[in-house]
């Protein structure tokens, strides 16, 4: 079962299909699902055109997938990978919800960014058979996958989504448990002095990007990318990193907080640091 089909889990539910595995795609809002189902049909069709996939292995995937809105459908589930909104309280809620109704053999993986993992498992009576399994945005597309142990997490957990991953056709990446973990450590911090940059007036949104893409070799610039990501997690994943090591390095832009403040939350709602239709 993926829990949350928001973008990341509608992607981590059709990978998952597409790799031969029966999955539950759960969240409480049915427009959101249908919107996930939409989305997944979308990108099975342009997968028709670029790998020259047939109607009969669209159909064969789709017969994988089944939505629900009752959480209860987990019982018969092996792993479960979660994908909510980047809150701990929202997390762990979920967590406990969860430890209650699936079977002792059951794994619980997180799809967070930056949330510790240690603490998502220590709400559980197994946090043995809890992990991170942290994928990239767009998930059909992104081959990395980090995957973070807590403190408790067995080498058996460990092992499993290892070799789930390599069934995925993604590359792993083992992580120790530190807020941000390797990915965002790095990426949010450089978005975070991109959105300074603005902030500060040394130059345009348009004119930093593409130094960094022109000058940096990168192929997105920060602010396109911040907006690609949504301003509102940007904000989430600065604000553990700087709670978790107390350092102002990790302190968020107020410009940063402004816009989440404004509901200009990047390309899912049009407005960010850039438009769009």
Not at 55 to 71: G, V, Y
């Amino acid at each position: 079962m993926v829990v949350g089909a928001g973008q990341m889990g509608a992607g981590i539910a059709q990978v998952c299909a597409q790799s031969g595995f029966e999955v539950v795609l759960h969240d409480v809002n049915p427009n959101v699902l249908e919107k996930a189902f939409n989305r997944i049909n979308e990108g099975l069709t342009k997968s028709m055109t670029k790998y020259k996939m047939t109607d009969q292995d669209k159909n064969a995937i789709f017969s994988r997938l089944r939505p629900s809105t009752n959480l209860a459908e987990s019982a018969s589930c092996d792993l479960i990978i979660e994908a909510v909104v980047e809150d701990i309280a929202v997390k762990t809620d979920l967590f406990i919800k969860l430890d209650k109704i699936i079977s002792a053999h059951t794994i619980l993986a997180s799809n967070t960014s930056s949330i510790p993992i240690t603490e998502m498992a220590a709400v559980t009576t197994r946090p043995d058979k809890v992990i991170g399994m942290h994928f990239m945005n767009p998930v059909p597309i992104m081959k990395l996958v980090e995957i973070i142990r807590g403190l408790q997490t067995s080498d058996h957990t460990n092992e499993t989504i290892h070799t789930l991953a390599d069934q995925l056709g993604k590359t792993s990446v083992e992580v120790n448990d530190f807020p941000g973990f390797v990915s965002n450590r790095i990426l949010m911090p450089m978005i975070n002095e991109a959105i300074y940059t603005v902030y500060e007036g040394v130059a345009k949104p348009r004119d930093i990007d593409t130094v960094m893409e022109l000058g940096m070799n990168h192929p997105m610039g920060p602010l396109t990318l911040a907006d690609f990501i949504g301003l509102d997690t940007c904000l989430s994943i600065m604000e553990v990193l700087h709670e978790g090591f107390g350092d102002s390095k990790y302190r968020p832009c107020p410009l940063l907080r402004q816009h989440v403040k404004a509901g200009w939350l990047g390309k899912k709602t049009g407005r960010g640091f850039f438009e769009y239709k």
